[in-house]
């Protein structure tokens, strides 16, 4: 049998990545639902920081940012949110197993930071909605507060999502309903 240090070891592994796979898209809340909005803290940081929020790692990913800015709402709706929070979010591209994943990195009073990692190769759209749906992920955690650790994240995606079952992922329905909303507006709007 465990001891506490092995729960508690389990615990923090199960918490050390929320990865995102969805092979199936269950319904999520109406398409035109208001995403929430957060006031970002009135920080000395923050005043001085010209970077925005998003931070793309790589060039792959820059690319996929500027094509889902251009092409979908939701997706500029979702930054205009992360834009107002605490978070900085890392974005990169990579050869993963899953298509997408959300890591908590580190948090200080002023600010949080995640990485969000999108798998390639793959076809743009599918990328950019991959991406979509784990910055949705980041909103999740922005509003969410208490957020500050792997224990708080496993406790929020306890509470809101699904684990799956490896136990060492978890899921949203308002995450996959944003995965095809951002597929269709992107797919809408292949030219631009």
């Known amino acids: 049998m465990a001891g ?3 729960s508690r070891a389990k615990a923090k592994s199960l918490a050390v990545l929320i990865v995102v796979a969805a092979a199936s898209f269950a319904p999520g809340p109406a398409a035109g639902q208001a995403l929430p909005q957060f006031t970002r803290p009135d920080s000395e940081a923050n ?3 010209s970077q925005g929020r998003l931070r793309p790692a790589d ?3 820059a690319g996929l940012l500027r094509g889902a800015m251009a092409r979908s709402a939701t997706f500029r709706a979702i930054v205009e949110t992360i834009e107002g929070s605490d978070l900085i979010v890392y974005i990169e591209t990579r050869p993963n197993r899953l298509p997408g994943q959300l890591q908590l990195l580190a948090a200080t009073p002023d600010c949080r930071h995640v990485r969000v990692s999108v798998r390639t190769p793959g076809l743009d759209t ?4 991959w991406m979509g749906h784990e910055l949705w992920h980041a909103v999740e955690v922005a509003g969410a ?3 500050r650790d792997q224990a708080t994240l496993l ?3 306890q509470r809101i ?4 079952a490896s136990g060492t992922t978890a899921e949203t329905a ?3 309903e944003v995965w095809m909303r951002v597929l269709r507006e992107v797919r809408a709007n292949r030219a631009r």
């Open 126 to 129: 599918e990328l950019i909605a």
């Open 174 to 176: 308002k995450a996959q």
């Open 47 to 49: 005043r001085a920081s």
């Open 145 to 147: 507060p208490e957020v």
């Open 59 to 61: 060039s792959t990913a």
């Open 155 to 157: 406790r929020l995606y």
């Open 161 to 164: 999502g699904v684990a799956g």
């Open 4 to 6: 506490p240090s092995a």
